[in-house]
Protein backbone atom coordinates (compact mmCIF):
# COMPACT_ATOMS: atom_id res chain seq x y z
CA UNK A 1 0.00 0.00 0.00
CA UNK A 2 0.90 3.42 -0.07
CA UNK A 3 3.24 4.90 2.21
CA UNK A 4 5.35 8.12 3.67
CA UNK A 5 9.03 7.99 4.72
CA UNK A 6 10.24 11.01 6.63
CA UNK A 7 13.85 11.18 8.30
CA UNK A 8 13.72 10.47 11.85
CA UNK A 9 14.19 13.38 14.35
CA UNK A 10 14.79 15.13 16.56
CA UNK A 11 16.72 17.30 14.47
CA UNK A 12 18.11 20.50 16.66
CA UNK A 13 19.68 23.55 14.58
CA UNK A 14 20.30 27.20 15.45
CA UNK A 15 18.82 30.21 14.34
CA UNK A 16 19.40 31.31 11.28
CA UNK A 17 20.73 27.75 10.22
CA UNK A 18 19.53 25.70 6.34
CA UNK A 19 16.84 22.85 7.42
CA UNK A 20 16.29 20.08 5.46
CA UNK A 21 13.95 17.04 6.17
CA UNK A 22 13.97 14.07 3.80
CA UNK A 23 10.45 12.87 2.58
CA UNK A 24 10.01 9.56 0.80
CA UNK A 25 6.97 8.29 -0.73
CA UNK A 26 5.20 4.72 -2.43
CA UNK A 27 2.11 5.01 -4.28
CA UNK A 28 0.47 3.33 -6.77
CA UNK A 29 -1.16 6.45 -8.55
CA UNK A 30 -0.33 10.08 -8.90
CA UNK A 31 -0.59 11.52 -5.35
CA UNK A 32 -0.64 15.08 -3.94
CA UNK A 33 1.68 15.66 -1.42
CA UNK A 34 1.65 17.76 1.91
CA UNK A 35 3.48 19.30 4.73
CA UNK A 36 1.86 19.51 8.06
CA UNK A 37 3.11 21.17 11.23
CA UNK A 38 2.18 20.86 14.61
CA UNK A 39 3.06 23.75 16.62
CA UNK A 40 3.29 22.14 20.88
CA UNK A 41 0.02 22.25 22.43
CA UNK A 42 -2.10 22.77 19.05
CA UNK A 43 -3.50 20.87 15.85
CA UNK A 44 -2.14 19.85 12.35
CA UNK A 45 -2.00 23.11 10.08
CA UNK A 46 -1.29 22.85 6.35
CA UNK A 47 1.80 24.40 5.73
CA UNK A 48 2.16 23.68 2.06
CA UNK A 49 1.48 21.11 -0.89
CA UNK A 50 1.60 20.04 -4.15
CA UNK A 51 -0.65 18.32 -6.89
CA UNK A 52 1.74 17.09 -9.61
CA UNK A 53 5.01 16.30 -10.33
CA UNK A 54 7.61 19.16 -10.21
CA UNK A 55 5.18 21.58 -8.51
CA UNK A 56 6.75 23.36 -5.64
CA UNK A 57 4.45 24.41 -2.80
CA UNK A 58 6.10 27.32 -1.03
CA UNK A 59 4.65 28.82 2.82
CA UNK A 60 6.17 31.24 5.41
CA UNK A 61 10.04 30.41 3.93
CA UNK A 62 9.25 26.70 3.31
CA UNK A 63 10.08 25.16 0.21
CA UNK A 64 8.94 21.37 -1.33
CA UNK A 65 9.30 20.30 -4.32
CA UNK A 66 7.56 16.81 -5.95
CA UNK A 67 10.16 14.87 -7.36
CA UNK A 68 8.86 12.00 -9.68
CA UNK A 69 11.98 10.31 -10.64
CA UNK A 70 12.92 10.01 -7.01
CA UNK A 71 9.90 10.09 -5.36
CA UNK A 72 10.12 12.68 -2.88
CA UNK A 73 9.23 16.23 -1.27
CA UNK A 74 11.66 17.30 0.97
CA UNK A 75 11.18 20.47 2.92
CA UNK A 76 13.56 22.93 3.43
CA UNK A 77 14.25 26.30 4.79
CA UNK A 78 17.37 28.53 3.91
CA UNK A 79 16.84 30.30 7.60
CA UNK A 80 15.42 28.78 10.26
CA UNK A 81 13.93 30.49 13.31
CA UNK A 82 13.03 29.78 16.89
CA UNK A 83 9.43 29.92 16.42
CA UNK A 84 9.98 26.88 13.80
CA UNK A 85 10.23 25.00 16.50
CA UNK A 86 7.80 21.86 16.02
CA UNK A 87 7.15 18.62 14.56
CA UNK A 88 6.55 18.78 10.97
CA UNK A 89 4.92 15.57 9.25
CA UNK A 90 4.66 14.82 5.27
CA UNK A 91 1.76 12.90 4.04
CA UNK A 92 -0.11 11.94 1.02
CA UNK A 93 -3.25 11.80 -0.66
CA UNK A 94 -4.04 9.52 -2.91
CA UNK A 95 -6.92 10.47 -4.66
CA UNK A 96 -5.67 14.15 -4.82
CA UNK A 97 -8.82 15.74 -3.60
CA UNK A 98 -10.46 16.99 -0.47
CA UNK A 99 -11.97 13.51 -0.22
CA UNK A 100 -9.21 11.57 -0.03
CA UNK A 101 -8.08 10.23 3.21
CA UNK A 102 -3.86 11.48 4.20
CA UNK A 103 -1.13 9.11 5.12
CA UNK A 104 1.43 10.43 7.08
CA UNK A 105 4.93 10.12 7.35
CA UNK A 106 6.20 9.29 11.87
CA UNK A 107 6.60 13.37 11.89
CA UNK A 108 9.94 15.07 12.41
CA UNK A 109 10.61 17.06 15.56
CA UNK A 110 12.41 20.23 15.03
CA UNK A 111 13.96 21.97 17.79
CA UNK A 112 15.62 25.91 16.61
CA UNK A 113 18.18 27.49 19.62
CA UNK A 114 18.84 30.82 20.04
CA UNK B 1 -10.28 32.41 12.05
CA UNK B 2 -12.85 29.11 11.85
CA UNK B 3 -10.94 26.38 13.77
CA UNK B 4 -11.63 22.87 14.19
CA UNK B 5 -12.62 22.79 17.98
CA UNK B 6 -11.86 18.62 20.13
CA UNK B 7 -13.24 17.74 23.60
CA UNK B 8 -12.05 16.85 25.80
CA UNK B 9 -8.58 17.73 25.27
CA UNK B 10 -7.81 14.68 27.40
CA UNK B 11 -9.12 11.66 29.09
CA UNK B 12 -8.44 9.04 31.09
CA UNK B 13 -10.40 5.72 31.65
CA UNK B 14 -10.38 1.91 32.29
CA UNK B 15 -9.96 -0.68 29.85
CA UNK B 16 -13.73 -2.24 28.41
CA UNK B 17 -15.31 1.47 28.87
CA UNK B 18 -16.73 3.18 26.53
CA UNK B 19 -15.33 6.70 25.46
CA UNK B 20 -16.95 9.24 23.21
CA UNK B 21 -14.73 11.62 21.58
CA UNK B 22 -16.38 14.74 20.30
CA UNK B 23 -15.33 17.54 17.42
CA UNK B 24 -16.54 20.60 15.82
CA UNK B 25 -15.79 20.58 12.37
CA UNK B 26 -16.10 24.18 10.78
CA UNK B 27 -19.04 24.79 9.73
CA UNK B 28 -18.98 24.84 6.02
CA UNK B 29 -17.30 21.64 5.69
CA UNK B 30 -18.73 18.77 4.40
CA UNK B 31 -16.10 16.20 5.27
CA UNK B 32 -15.26 14.63 8.63
CA UNK B 33 -12.09 12.54 9.33
CA UNK B 34 -10.83 11.04 12.51
CA UNK B 35 -7.34 10.21 12.43
CA UNK B 36 -5.10 8.55 15.38
CA UNK B 37 -1.78 8.89 16.38
CA UNK B 38 -0.08 6.15 19.19
CA UNK B 39 3.17 7.87 21.13
CA UNK B 40 5.83 7.49 18.70
CA UNK B 41 4.02 6.16 15.61
CA UNK B 42 2.76 7.47 12.36
CA UNK B 43 -0.88 9.64 12.15
CA UNK B 44 -3.29 7.01 10.71
CA UNK B 45 -6.06 7.73 9.13
CA UNK B 46 -9.08 5.89 10.64
CA UNK B 47 -12.49 6.60 8.79
CA UNK B 48 -13.87 9.63 6.91
CA UNK B 49 -17.67 10.87 7.14
CA UNK B 50 -19.83 12.18 4.45
CA UNK B 51 -23.43 12.59 4.02
CA UNK B 52 -24.65 11.06 6.75
CA UNK B 53 -22.32 8.05 6.28
CA UNK B 54 -19.04 6.51 6.37
CA UNK B 55 -17.39 7.13 3.06
CA UNK B 56 -14.05 5.49 3.89
CA UNK B 57 -12.27 3.56 6.69
CA UNK B 58 -8.82 1.49 7.40
CA UNK B 59 -8.61 -1.71 8.96
CA UNK B 60 -8.33 0.17 12.22
CA UNK B 61 -11.76 0.99 12.56
CA UNK B 62 -13.38 -2.34 13.34
CA UNK B 63 -16.94 -2.91 15.03
CA UNK B 64 -15.65 -1.18 17.96
CA UNK B 65 -15.69 2.33 16.48
CA UNK B 66 -18.74 4.13 15.54
CA UNK B 67 -19.17 7.72 14.50
CA UNK B 68 -21.92 9.37 14.09
CA UNK B 69 -23.41 13.76 12.99
CA UNK B 70 -25.74 13.82 15.64
CA UNK B 71 -26.84 17.58 14.87
CA UNK B 72 -25.49 19.82 12.63
CA UNK B 73 -22.32 20.63 14.39
CA UNK B 74 -20.80 17.78 16.35
CA UNK B 75 -19.03 14.81 14.74
CA UNK B 76 -18.20 12.35 17.23
CA UNK B 77 -16.36 8.78 17.56
CA UNK B 78 -17.11 6.51 19.87
CA UNK B 79 -14.65 3.34 21.02
CA UNK B 80 -17.67 0.85 22.64
CA UNK B 81 -15.33 -1.52 24.85
CA UNK B 82 -11.42 0.48 24.97
CA UNK B 83 -8.42 -1.83 24.94
CA UNK B 84 -4.59 -0.64 26.30
CA UNK B 85 -4.05 -0.58 22.69
CA UNK B 86 -6.69 2.03 22.02
CA UNK B 87 -4.74 4.75 23.57
CA UNK B 88 -3.12 7.16 21.11
CA UNK B 89 -4.10 10.86 20.36
CA UNK B 90 -7.28 11.19 18.25
CA UNK B 91 -7.27 14.26 15.70
CA UNK B 92 -10.53 15.63 14.03
CA UNK B 93 -10.28 17.13 10.52
CA UNK B 94 -12.83 18.52 8.17
CA UNK B 95 -12.77 19.95 4.48
CA UNK B 96 -15.07 22.05 2.70
CA UNK B 97 -15.33 19.23 -0.34
CA UNK B 98 -15.19 21.12 -3.18
CA UNK B 99 -12.85 20.39 -6.40
CA UNK B 100 -9.11 21.98 -5.72
CA UNK B 101 -9.36 22.80 -2.41
CA UNK B 102 -7.28 19.58 -0.73
CA UNK B 103 -6.68 20.96 2.52
CA UNK B 104 -7.73 19.00 5.97
CA UNK B 105 -8.28 21.01 8.84
CA UNK B 106 -7.14 19.71 11.94
CA UNK B 107 -8.45 19.80 15.48
CA UNK B 108 -5.60 19.92 18.42
CA UNK B 109 -6.68 16.70 19.34
CA UNK B 110 -7.71 14.21 22.44
CA UNK B 111 -5.54 12.27 24.30
CA UNK B 112 -6.97 9.63 25.13
CA UNK B 113 -5.33 7.08 27.86
CA UNK B 114 -6.88 3.91 28.94
CA UNK B 115 -5.27 1.97 32.14
Known amino acids: GDSVTQMEGPVTLSEEAFLTINCTYT??????LFWYVQYPGEGLQLLLK?????DKGSNKGFEATYRKETTSFHLEKGSVQVSDSAVYFCALSERGGSQGNLIFGKGTKLSVKP | EPEVTQTPSHQVTQMGQEVILRCVPI?????FYWYRQILGQKVEFLVSFYNNEISEKSEIFDDQFSVERPDGSNFTLKIRSTKLEDSAMYFC?????????????FGPGTRLTVT
Open chain 2, 27 to 31: SNHLY
Open chain 1, 50 to 54: ATKAD
Open chain 1, 27 to 32: ATGYPS
Open chain 2, 93 to 105: ASTVGLAGAVEQY
